[in-house]
């Protein structure tokens, strides 16, 4: 993305979105057109209005809403595909903190999260929803990198007072303080894409204290917020014993104001989410980050997918590297539908597994909806598009576009084949 922008344009080629979860609209040889950063609608000839327009071409290339990752960690990308024979809090206390305590140094941060933000901007991701570390002034370099990509993203600094190594514990006060200053030195930088977001690590690295402080802020400067919740049986267990007056995990949340209601909300995992605590993700709101490739990374369990959307919760992807290897979206569309028929044949005969036009519809407008309108062609969504070309992957027989872009997702064509990306019109 070279920063780009143009007032209106459109692109042409094979235009493909789920405008719902159950239908793949295929349009051949169509125009998208972008008009001031939102999309206009897609057309089989230009309408008398858009004549004069610029059009690009892209000849026989499909061309695809940009991919959301609800749930990715960028300290955690220097050490993907490595540590994956530990389960969840092993894993932690063994590859993650001593990885997020290298970043109270600035160079280090400097350059990881120059390769985290490159490789963002190369990939299909166009929205991200990212954790950093407890380190301000690192994670302020994020944001000022992120916003550098092109990507609209939301970053955090996360908060961590109990539970952790002496590294990475901050005091309650700390935390929140340099919370405070965070959001201000954000706010200071004026980014056009690049948002704060609060970042309770989860209830175990958090005292009641720290999050009843962090209620505060997030009341204060109306910020969104992004967590971990029931990832892992042992990590569900800890909290029933360090919060034993909530309900259920989620209600430790809920308790101070930071699971939905007033307080946009994305929970990552939800793997061992309780009846209780489904119907409170339902009814408050809140956004289930689904990611299936860190699920079995860390043997953490089959998330319910299927019972979660036809229940009617807000659900999208997560790559979550470092517990998934690949920031890749198109590799966590194929996981979710993979896992999903595991869980179907094996665990429950009456969730059926996701079909190719849902998994596609989660990476999409299903996780596009933490952002707004986002994550489709339909009129008045702002317009998030990326150009493949399939042409590489050689085949005898004739296949339907619907066809080309399963297998463009099935066989990981979202790094060399990427020909044009497009975020909120620019390019």
Same mark, same amino acid.
């Given at each position: 993305?070279?920063g780009?922008f143009?007032?209106?344009?459109?692109?042409?080629?094979?235009?493909l979105?789920?405008?719902?979860?159950?239908?793949?609209?295929?349009c051949?040889?169509?125009?998208v @057109?972008?008009?001031?950063? @939102?999309?206009?609608g897609?057309?089989?000839?230009?309408?008398?209005?858009?004549?004069?327009i610029h059009?690009?071409?892209?000849?026989?290339?499909?061309i695809i809403?940009g991919?959301?990752?609800?749930?990715?960690?960028?300290?955690?990308?220097?050490?993907?595909?490595?540590g994956m024979?530990?389960?969840?809090?092993?894993?932690?206390?063994t590859?993650t903190f001593?990885?997020?305590?290298k970043?109270?140094?600035?160079?280090?941060?400097?350059?990881?999260?120059?390769?985290?933000a490159?490789h963002m901007?190369?990939?299909a991701?166009t929205r991200?929803?990212?954790f950093g570390?407890?380190?301000?002034e690192?994670?302020?370099?994020l944001?000022d990198?992120m916003?550098?990509?092109?990507?609209v993203?939301?970053?955090?600094k996360?908060n961590?007072?109990?539970d952790?190594?002496?590294s990475?514990?901050?005091?309650?006060?700390?935390?929140a303080? /340099?919370?405070?200053?965070?959001?201000?030195?954000s706010?200071?930088?004026?980014y056009?894409?690049?948002?704060?977001?609060?970042?309770p690590?989860f209830?175990?690295?958090?005292s009641?204290?720290?999050?009843?402080?962090l209620s505060?802020?997030?009341?204060?400067h109306?910020?969104?917020?992004?967590s971990h919740?029931?990832?892992?049986?042992?990590?569900?267990?800890?909290?029933?014993?360090?919060?034993?007056?909530?309900?259920f995990?989620?209600?430790?949340?809920?308790?101070?104001g930071?699971?939905?209601?007033e307080?946009?909300t994305?929970?990552?995992?939800?793997?061992?989410s309780?009846?209780?605590?489904v119907e409170?993700?339902?009814?408050?709101?809140v956004?289930?980050?689904?990611?299936p490739?860190s699920?079995m990374?860390?043997?953490?369990?089959?998330?319910?997918?299927?019972?979660y959307i036809?229940?009617g919760?807000?659900?999208?992807?997560?790559?979550?590297?470092?517990?998934g290897q690949? /920031?890749?979206?198109?590799?966590?569309?194929?996981?979710a539908?993979?896992?999903s028929?595991?869980y179907w044949?094996?665990?429950?005969?009456?969730?059926?597994?996701?079909?190719?036009?849902?998994?596609?519809?989660?990476?999409t407008k299903g996780?596009?909806s933490?952002?707004?309108?986002v994550?489709?062609?339909?009129?008045g969504y702002?317009?998030?598009?990326?150009?493949l070309?399939?042409?590489?992957?050689?085949?005898?027989?004739?296949?339907?576009?619907a066809?080309?872009?399963e297998?463009a997702v099935y066989?990981?064509?979202?790094g060399?084949c990427i020909?044009?990306k497009?975020?909120?019109?620019?390019?």
């Amino acid at each position: 993305m070279g920063g780009l922008f143009m007032e209106q344009f459109a692109l042409k080629g094979n235009v493909l979105y789920t405008p719902r979860k159950d239908e793949l609209k295929t349009c051949p040889n169509a125009y998208v @057109i972008c008009r001031e950063g @939102i999309c206009e609608g897609v057309y089989e000839t230009l309408p008398e209005e858009f004549r004069e327009i610029h059009v690009m071409d892209f000849g026989d290339s499909l061309i695809i809403p940009g991919m959301v990752d609800l749930h990715i960690h960028a300290p955690q990308y220097a050490f993907r595909g490595t540590g994956m024979d530990c389960e969840l809090l092993d894993w932690l206390n063994t590859h993650t903190f001593p990885e997020e305590a290298k970043y109270a140094n600035l160079d280090y941060a400097s350059r990881a999260y120059g390769i985290f933000a490159d490789h963002m901007r190369k990939s299909a991701t166009t929205r991200a929803v990212i954790f950093g570390t407890i380190h301000r002034e690192a994670t302020l370099l994020l944001m000022d990198l992120m916003e550098g990509s092109g990507l609209v993203s939301y970053v955090g600094k996360v908060n961590m007072d109990r539970d952790s190594p002496d590294s990475l514990r901050e005091t309650t006060e700390a935390s929140a303080m /340099e919370t405070l200053a965070f959001i201000r030195a954000s706010a200071e930088k004026n980014y056009q894409r690049t948002m704060p977001i609060l970042t309770p690590r989860f209830i175990p690295s958090c005292s009641d204290s720290l999050l009843e402080r962090l209620s505060e802020i997030r009341r204060a400067h109306d910020l969104p917020v992004q967590s971990h919740l029931s990832e892992n049986p042992e990590e569900v267990a800890l909290v029933k014993k360090l919060m034993p007056q909530a309900e259920f995990y989620g209600d430790g949340y809920d308790r101070f104001g930071l699971f939905g209601r007033e307080a946009k909300t994305v929970m990552a995992h939800c793997v061992y989410s309780t009846e209780a605590e489904v119907e409170r993700i339902l009814k408050n709101g809140v956004w289930v980050a689904h990611c299936p490739n860190s699920n079995m990374n860390l043997a953490s369990g089959i998330a319910p997918v299927r019972k979660y959307i036809d229940a009617g919760l807000r659900v999208g992807l997560g790559s979550d590297v470092a517990g998934g290897q690949s /920031e890749s979206i198109f590799r966590a569309i194929t996981d979710a539908i993979q896992m999903s028929k595991i869980y179907w044949r094996y665990l429950d005969k009456t969730a059926r597994p996701l079909t190719f036009s849902e998994g596609f519809y989660l990476a999409t407008k299903g996780g596009g909806s933490f952002f707004g309108r986002v994550g489709s062609f339909e009129a008045g969504y702002e317009f998030d598009a990326v150009v493949l070309d399939d042409s590489s992957v050689v085949h005898p027989q004739e296949l339907t576009l619907a066809e080309r872009l399963e297998r463009a997702v099935y066989l990981g064509l979202d790094g060399e084949c990427i020909r044009a990306k497009f975020v909120r019109g620019v390019a």
